[in-house]
């Protein structure tokens, strides 16, 4: 009996068909390790913990990558999640990383959850990073304001076709848009400038600064699986901007479709509220 996936790309169930026969490339996002797992994390990778156990029992060789964010997921208010809570607890960033990751795999250790084969943090992966921005500044889908860099959503026909949203329905970043750096309000960050008590920072040929959250998962998917793979897993509650983000700039640096099938875990509410 053939697998069928219900495919958030194209709102349908459709025939499982992996692009190498018996091998299952699959990246699932992370968490961002600033605070303890919640229920909701726990809904999420047993989900994903399911689908790997099937594809293996089912024959497959799977190859299972998650990420894990240390670096670049902000707050509306433009604040590292990360960095705000080193600075709540007195502690260094990266004591703030290496707490909660081990807590994370601790957790899904005890829930019986199948490790990925790869974890990846995104603060191990910048040059991949700024290399994936310099092809998409070369090609004509992003631009340099004021040290950051951000992509140009008007260059991608096809922005908005994971969430269903055209360029014209979607919010805007405030941030950005007050300080005049964005040609479109749309357009998302792809580097960040560091600000001076920004203590996350790197090199880069724009200045020091820190990648954008959504940059990081095509990155470290290219590296460990390519420019296409078979399955890219999370939550629903990141499809808009994350999960269409990536999309955008992974094809459009690369050329080819991102991920074939898109398997999104709704989100786990408690009367009505997440």
């Known amino acids: 009996m053939a697998l069928r996936i219900f495919n958030v790309l194209g709102r349908e169930l459709q025939e499982f068909t992996p692009i190498t026969p018996g091998q299952v490339n699959m990246y699932v996002c992370g968490p961002t390790v600033y605070d303890h797992p919640h229920i909701g994390h726990a809904k999420t990778?047993?989900?994903?913990?399911?689908?790997?156990?099937?594809?293996?029992?089912?024959?497959?060789?799977?190859?299972?990558?998650?990420?894990?964010?240390?670096?670049?997921h902000l707050l509306d208010t433009g604040e590292d999640r990360i960095l705000r809570k080193a600075a709540q607890t007195q502690s260094k960033p990266m004591q703030i990383v290496e707490t909660y990751t081990r807590i994370y795999f601790e957790m899904m250790d005890r829930l019986g959850v199948v490790r990925p084969d790869i974890s990846p943090r995104a603060s191990g992966h910048i040059p991949e990073q700024i290399k994936m921005i310099e092809t998409l500044l070369s090609k004509g889908h992003a631009y340099v304001a004021n040290s950051s860099v951000y992509f140009d959503v008007t260059t991608d026909p096809d922005y908005g076709k994971l969430s269903n949203r055209r360029v014209d329905e979607q919010e805007s970043g405030t941030r950005e848009a007050v300080r005049g750096e964005k040609r479109n309000p749309e357009d998302f960050a792809l580097w960040k400038r560091a600000d001076p008590e920004h203590i996350l920072r790197w090199d880069s040929p724009w200045g020091e600064g820190f990648?954008?959250?959504h940059i990081e998962c095509s990155a470290m998917a290219k590296k460990y699986l390519g420019d296409t793979f078979d399955i890219h897993g999370g939550g629903i509650d990141n499809i808009f901007p994350h999960n269409e983000s990536e999309i955008a700039q992974s094809e459009c640096a690369n050329g080819v479709p991102f991920a074939n099938y898109w398997m999104l875990v709704g989100s786990l509410t408690v009367d009505g509220i997440k």
């Open 45 to 72: 990778y047993v989900t994903f913990d399911v689908v790997v156990r099937y594809l293996r029992t089912s024959g497959y060789n799977v190859l299972y990558v998650q990420n894990i964010t240390d670096v670049g």
């Open 211 to 213: 990648p954008g959250w």
